[in-house]
């Protein structure tokens, strides 16, 4: 695997600008236009405010559940503390009145949330109503709630009306979501009529309108031709093109030579991307573990000692852990790595900070303190009291470190119990075309594989047979039938080793794995991963979606299987499973994961984009400016001098991934930034669920 370096920090910085907004939002200042389009704010109605702080700092914030999942990532609660905030409560919970405080109020301009608004002001909850939108609100809308307010005699409560354009939950610097759930049902539903298809459309446009007001320039825009993303492009460039501040911002003229590139494209050119298994670090743990709003949770086994005699299993403790991956160095640096990589990474880190701390606390005698050192010598004193002084830093360091030693133990375990190298190694060479000219070895490695009770859940084995059924090549629909079935009936006869959550769930764990029973939460799982490929069965058939062989590259790295077992035995000595066989056998094999990579379909797509190679899909691809009327004809401009691309937004209509995400930075490099984003981030599992949905 080739090791994807952290993505470069492109110059527009998008999360840095939403969090500007958003502490603006805090700090009841009052921004002028020009201003409010660079942190991401957009008109500002109502009264006008005084151009300071409020002489009182603090306040209340309330916030409906969409907009507390845009601040999550930007603010934790220490930080809000700082910006003021004292209080901060959802708008639909029982709240009391606190008269003397002024409230920002930062939500959707949903007729439900302004109806709750309007009641509070006519109730004098707050000493002001400060009124924060986290999109724009319709004229219509926003007449109908002004006279609310006015016949239920709440006026005098509010004192702004704001429209802030920061619609989209920013994860880290260049990974955002618009946070749209299902989205991937919502536009391919058969039942969905063409209103409904123009309001999802337009909801989409509108989200990614808030990334461009946020970043402050006028972007070119490229999508595939029909479909959703020429809806969504055509709908966001008229925005654009509307939108008499942006279009005309000093900002973006200034850019106009060197304006990032947004790149549409529809989950459908790429259904192996959600569902195959990972190997980097960031996408196991959104693959194997709860991971959401970069909050990660796991079960911890605590120490069999503890209950030993008692007859009692050793208790179960639910670990929950927030990792910033802008802030946290380790995660930063490692993310995008090889998970050997990572592993051997966190305990030569931690060894080398362990000795450091070692180190301080034996020359200063135990003592962790500055004034503990005292001595008259002069540069040795110096020198020591200097290196004490680090001592705290170096403890902080150590903390996260273990923080991530602890992540790294809860994935191992996962990925151990489940095999799940063999099944990314299988996975991997179905997708880039290594079985192509050989389809009757590759039906029979599938069938193995997921019929193998003692490997992989129920929904690892299904992602097995998705990834088959799409591959190119390899087999037709009466094997895509056969291997299925083989899944299904050894599922039925035999179980699985592995229950849904992780756990050696079924009989076949303790009986050899012959008289093995099916969990009822694992045979929904069973008849809805059937669905999906039954789904996708169908969709193959109609020739709706590509297969993917074809269009992918592999590119292969200088790490061999061997380096892989070696960097884990240590990490491996201290791993504790039930199986402990299954566990050897996964820690020989984790060095699968350092063979080859692959480029996505998205990554090509973007790739050829940005080095504008003829006849690919810089050709194939509408060419939308907002600041052009009509479409742009890239023939023409193939004799004209284009400017490079410094910055790309690659952004996939109907769900995205941490896989996808990471396998995009191989289009970064020193000169270019890439931003990723989606509708929604969804891990296999839930993926899995979508599909089976439109079955």
């Not at 309108?209 to 029909?226: E, H, K, N």
């Not at 996808?660 to 969804?682: D, F, H, K, P, W």
Request: glycine letters at 6%; a negative charge; proline letters at 5%.
């Amino acid at each position: 695997m080739v090791a994807v370096s952290p993505p470069t920090q492109g110059p527009s910085g998008l999360k840095a600008a939403q969090l500007s907004a958003v502490t603006n939002m805090l700090a009841l200042s009052n921004i002028d236009a020009d201003d409010n389009n660079k942190s991401g704010s957009g008109s500002t109605y109502g009264q006008q405010q005084q151009q300071q702080r409020d002489a009182n700092p603090w306040k209340l914030l309330i916030y409906d559940t969409h907009t507390r999942s845009i601040i999550s990532p930007l603010l934790s609660v220490s930080q809000l503390r700082s910006n003021g905030v004292t209080l901060h409560l959802l708008l639909n919970s029982d709240r009391e009145p606190i008269p003397d405080v002024p409230a920002v109020y930062f939500v959707q301009p949903t007729q439900e949330n302004l109806s709750i608004i309007a009641r509070d002001c006519s109730r004098n909850l707050y000493e002001r109503a400060h009124l924060h939108f986290s999109t724009r609100i319709e004229r219509p809308v926003m007449e109908e709630f002004a006279r609310l307010v006015v016949n239920t005699g709440g006026l005098s409560s509010v004192a702004s009306v704001h429209d802030q354009f920061v619609d989209f939950v920013c994860l880290e610097n260049n990974l955002f979501s618009l946070n749209v759930p299902q989205s991937y049902c919502v536009y391919n539903n058969p039942g969905a009529t063409e209103r409904d298809m123009e309001l999802a459309m337009g909801n989409i446009a509108t989200g990614l309108f808030s990334v461009v007001a946020t970043l402050g320039c006028v972007p070119v825009i490229r999508c595939p031709r029909g479909g959703a993303p020429e809806m969504v492009a055509r709908k966001l460039c008229k925005l654009i093109a509307e939108h008499p501040t942006l279009i005309r911002s000093k900002d973006g003229l200034h850019k106009s030579h060197n304006r990032p590139v947004l790149v549409i494209m529809d989950r459908n050119m790429d259904l192996i991307t959600p569902v195959q298994h990972a190997s980097t670090y960031q996408a196991l743990v959104d693959d194997v573990l709860d991971h959401k709003a970069n909050r990660v949770e796991f079960n911890v086994k605590q120490d069999a000692n503890a209950t030993a005699g008692r007859g009692r299993a050793p208790p179960v403790v639910r670990k929950k852990l927030d990792i910033d991956p802008d802030i946290d160095p380790f995660y930063s640096q490692h993310k995008f790595n090889p998970f050997p990589e990572a592993i051997e990474s966190n305990g030569a880190e931690l060894q080398e900070v362990s000795a450091r701390e070692q180190q301080i606390r034996s020359k200063t005698g135990g003592a962790s303190a500055p004034a503990a050192v005292v001595s008259p010598g002069g540069g040795d004193s110096t020198e020591l009291a200097t290196a004490v002084e680090s001592l705290p830093v170096l403890l902080d360091r150590k903390k996260k470190l273990e923080v991530h030693t602890s992540i790294l133990q809860a994935v191992m375990n996962e990925v151990a119990a489940r095999d799940v190298p063999q099944f990314y190694e299988l996975e991997t060479s179905l997708a880039t075309g290594s079985y192509k000219n050989d389809p009757s070895s590759a039906k029979k490695e599938v069938i193995e594989l997921a019929a193998d009770p003692s490997k992989g859940n129920v929904n690892d084995k299904v992602r097995l047979v998705i990834v088959y059924a799409l591959s190119n090549g390899v087999g037709n629909t009466s094997d895509i039938d056969e291997v299925a079935q083989a899944m299904k009936e050894s599922l039925e006869t035999k179980g699985s080793t592995i229950s849904a959550d992780g756990a050696a769930g079924s009989a076949a764990a303790e009986g050899g794995g012959s008289h093995g029973t099916l969990t009822k939460e694992d045979r929904i799982l069973l008849e809805s991963g059937l669905r999906a490929i039954d789904y996708l069965k169908k969709l193959r058939s109609m020739q709706m979606i590509p297969t993917m062989s074809s269009m992918m590259q592999t590119e292969v790295s200088g790490g061999t299987a061997s380096s892989g077992s070696d960097m884990l035995s240590s990490f491996m000595a201290r791993a504790t499973n039930q199986a402990t066989g299954l566990l050897a056998k996964a820690t020989d094999k984790l060095g699968t994961m350092l063979g080859k990579t692959h480029k996505h379909r998205s990554t090509i797509a973007v790739e050829n984009i940005c080095e504008m190679r003829p006849n690919t899909e810089d050709d194939d691809y509408l060419y939308l400016d907002p600041r052009v009327r009509g479409d742009v004809d890239v023939a023409a401009l193939r004799n004209a001098a284009r400017a490079p691309v410094r910055e790309a937004i690659a952004f996939m209509i109907g769900g995205g991934c941490y896989g996808e995400y990471q396998n995009l930075q191989m289009v970064a490099n020193e000169r270019r930034s890439v931003t990723y984003g989606s509708t929604e981030i969804v891990d296999p599992s839930t993926f899995l669920n979508h599909l089976a949905k439109l079955a």
